[in-house]
């Protein structure tokens, strides 16, 4: 072999060499883009039912969805993948998704491609899980509030057969961002979880223990949505914010939370729901006050104006409690708007109990409330107290609160003229 023989052998080696190289990656950017060619063209519609929480977590469900190559739509005849993240909390939410999930029997019937998957705080609920699926053989996924991170391999592994996983427990998801819907107000989530056991409440079973995020990564993500230059408004969530941090042991609190966030540069206000009466302490108040980005808005859910409710309820606060929080704040913000929570028909409530509720809202004269006939949740406490209340007489209450609400607003813009 001479010379320009060898030469010639090692440029055709070369140029093979180079164009192996580059079919490579032009195959691997394809296959990249044919993981989602099946999605292609495919829609997706989420239905939330609830608090603020599920608003943010169904945030997450779309982000993922869109990802797997789905855009949404609003209608869920023409959707592909429909996805119902419901909520416990009232006998009244759960009887709507039931409702809901129904009717799209025809749906699928007429559509057997489609992807129909229920998750949420309902379904965290074994028995409930298991209802749904024997009810409703058309529904191809139930996941528990601990698996929605996961939710693509769900997607991915109904071909296989219909998916049903709940968690017992979960971290944190730090993984999987959100697709931001409100278009003034980012939602950010600072906890899960809730320790309280509050008599009536299912949230604590379905929730799981209180579970904080740690500082650093709620003031990156703060960080990331105020460079965004979209969002005016910041409402920090957990069920019970007040208590945030005590997990971590590592010296975190609310206040210094929202104090650290306020130092972020940038022009935003920011909010936070909900706040516990057991767990707001002075130091909170203070750093609302002092704070100029702090909107001056609490949510203090009281649930009875009667202390023999209040420790039925295990609410940990008597009415006196409460009202010196109230005076507390008021003394140091002014212009605080305080709004309110309330459960009427508790298990032996009296006449006499249920006007201490009605007295508190006249002496509080809050700047709303939400009035809710209280509603027995399996595997609670209060589901298994003698003295349950007849749904007249608690429809009656909540009637005769509802009223004094509006009467007070009336006044309050009467006063205001
Ligand atoms: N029945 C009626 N209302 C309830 N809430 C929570 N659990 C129940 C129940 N079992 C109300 C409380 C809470 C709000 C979010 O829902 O007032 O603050
Ligand atoms: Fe339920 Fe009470 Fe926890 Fe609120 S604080 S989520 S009412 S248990």
Redesign the pocket.
């Given at each position: 072999m001479t010379k320009t023989d060898i030469r010639h052998i090692l440029t055709i080696f070369l140029i093979f060499l180079v164009c192996f190289i580059f079919s490579q990656k032009y195959i691997s950017s394809l296959a990249k883009i044919d993981k989602n060619l099946y999605n292609i063209g495919m829609k997706y519609i989420i239905i939330t039912y609830g608090?603020q929480m599920n608003v943010h977590e169904s945030e997450k469900l779309a982000y993922i969805c869109e990802k797997l190559g789905y855009t949404p739509t609003d209608k869920r005849e023409e959707a592909d993948l429909i996805i119902f993240n419901t909520c416990a909390?009232?006998e009244g939410a759960e009887d709507r998704v039931f409702g809901n999930v129904g009717a799209l029997k025809k749906l699928k019937k007429m559509r057997p491609n489609i992807i129909i998957a229920v998750c949420g705080c309902m379904t965290q609920k074994e028995q409930t899980a298991n209802y749904i699926l024997r009810t409703f053989p058309f529904v191809d996924i139930v996941l528990g509030t601990f698996n929605l991170a996961n939710f693509a391999h769900y997607i991915e592994a109904v071909k296989t057969g219909r998916q049903l996983e709940i968690l017992k427990e979960g971290e944190i998801d730090e993984t999987v961002p959100y697709k931001r819907s409100d278009r003034d107000n980012a939602w950010v989530n600072i906890m899960q979880g809730c320790n309280n056991f509050c008599t009536?409440?299912?949230v604590p079973y379905v929730r799981g223990r209180e579970k904080s995020r740690k500082e650093e990564n709620i003031l990156k993500e703060i960080k990331e949505i105020v460079e965004q230059k979209k969002f005016k408004k910041i409402t920090l969530l957990g069920q019970n914010v007040n208590s945030y941090g005590q997990d971590l042991k590592d010296g975190s609190t609310f206040s210094k939370l929202l104090s650290d966030i306020c130092k972020i540069d940038g022009d935003f206000s920011l909010t936070f729901m909900t706040s516990h009466p057991k767990d707001l302490t002075s130091d909170v108040i203070d750093v609302i006050a002092k704070e100029k980005k702090i909107l001056k808005e609490i949510h203090l859910?009281a649930?009875s104006g009667n202390n023999r409710i209040l420790a039925l309820m295990n609410r940990r606060y008597t009415r006196e409690k409460y009202l010196s929080i109230i005076k507390e704040i008021r003394e140091k913000i002014p212009n605080c708007k305080i709004t309110s929570?309330?459960?009427v028909g508790f298990p032996t409530e009296t006449e006499e109990e249920f006007k201490d509720t009605l007295s508190l809202v006249k002496e509080v004269k809050f700047d709303g409330i939400?009035a809710?006939?209280?509603?027995p949740?399996e595997g609670t406490v209060a589901e298994k107290m003698e003295g349950q209340i007849d749904q007249k007489t608690k429809k009656r209450r909540v009637n005769a609160l509802l009223r004094l609400e509006k009467e007070i607003q009336e006044e309050k813009r009467n006063g205001r003229k």
């Open positions: 608090c909390i009232r009536y409440c299912i859910p649930q929570d309330f459960i939400f809710f006939m209280y509603s949740r």
